[in-house]
């Protein structure tokens, strides 16, 4: 699953950098190195008039039928295999598109077979700009009968390197695949075909045990523990008793 991210780009870098028309003015950004989910966050979508904005969503999907949206907040990934037929995710893969801009993800991998309870954590990012595909969905909120507008992070199969690590991971889109996945679906031909496992390569960094709280959030999250990138993304030859943090790099 992808359960954590860091974005440190601006609002105008973002915007530019997935050709969106129009900012919302709400949306006021500094660099965040360790988000959580049940926060709002920049997303882009087609507006009413079909062009690309950059506004903010909330990460935790609310499916249509849930009486209780804070437990509702918790449902922050979507499996690509089932997401076209979950009733939770089903309307909104056919209807409403988005993609979150991020520039890393975290991952957590079990440290030795024998000792399954020991988990290290892993950060998987980007030099360059990327995108995770996701869609959101919005709702009446009963409490102030504005519009409540989340969304859910799209897992896929790992690709080769993030197999030793995890048996999942985010689809990736490439900038050639925005507009296709941003316009209206179609019913007949959802672009199913994009939720495939990333082909970029990964390299990978151990990196500190602080991205484990929340409440810890700097560039000291990105920072190695090492002089410079693991030679391979097998378990950690020395098992400790604190986690270790690996750090991808796309």
Not at 12 to 22: D, E, L, P, R, S
Not at 35 to 42: E, G, R
Not at 82 to 89: G, S
Not at 115 to 130: A, F, I
């Amino acid at each position: 699953m992808c359960g954590r991210y860091g974005l440190r780009s601006d609002k105008q870098h973002i915007a530019t950098a997935f050709y969106a028309k129009k900012i919302n003015p709400k949306v006021i950004l500094a660099p965040n190195y360790n988000v959580p989910p049940s926060t709002f966050l920049p997303v882009i979508r087609l507006d009413e008039e079909g062009d690309r904005e950059l506004t903010l969503l909330r990460w935790g999907i609310v499916p249509f039928y849930s009486k209780d949206d804070e437990a509702a907040f918790k449902i922050t990934n979507a499996r690509a295999e089932t997401v076209a037929t979950l009733p939770a995710f089903r309307e909104a893969f056919r209807k409403r598109h988005c993609i979150v801009p991020a520039d890393w993800f975290y991952e957590w991998q079990g440290l030795d077979p024998e000792r399954r309870h020991k988990r290290g954590q892993l950060r998987v990012g980007t030099e360059s700009y990327s995108a995770w595909l996701v869609y959101g969905r919005a709702r009446t909120n009963p409490a102030t009968k504005e519009p409540l507008e989340t969304f859910t992070i799209i897992t896929t199969e790992p690709n080769e390197i993030m197999q030793p690590i995890h048996t999942r991971m985010p689809v990736i889109l490439r900038p050639e695949d925005y507009g296709r996945w941003l316009e209206t679906p179609d019913p007949a031909g959802l672009p199913t075909d994009l939720l495939r496992p990333s082909l970029l390569e990964l390299e990978a960094w151990r990196v500190g045990k602080a991205v484990g709280s929340v409440r810890n959030n700097g560039p000291e999250m990105c920072e190695s523990w090492s002089d410079g990138p693991c030679s391979s993304l097998s378990l950690l030859p020395d098992v400790q008793e604190q986690a270790a943090l690996r750090r991808l790099r796309l």
